[in-house]
């Protein structure tokens, strides 16, 4: 995973849902079709990606894809 561009590719890809970029920054509940469920898959989806093991519970406080971002991909 190199860019949130992956990121949002990987939750189209796998999930479904009609996202792009430009929502990467926004709290999750503007994020059209988001839902709790969808932290647990992406969680396991990401530690796939990455190979890295990712906290859920830091992944639990994240407020954006953005957020998300960071952990799966540290600087």
Do not use: C, K
């Not at 796998?14 to 839902?35: H, K, N, Q, T, Y």
């Amino acid at each position: 995973m190199n860019s949130i561009d992956d990121l949002v590719t990987l939750i189209r890809d796998e999930i479904g849902l009609p996202i792009d970029a430009g929502d990467a920054g926004r709290s999750f509940d503007e994020v059209p079709g988001w839902d709790s469920v969808h932290m647990l898959w992406l969680a396991s989806a990401l530690e796939r990606a990455t190979g890295r093991s990712i906290s859920l519970v830091n992944l639990l406080e994240a407020q954006s894809l953005t957020d998300v971002y960071a952990l799966a991909v540290p600087a």
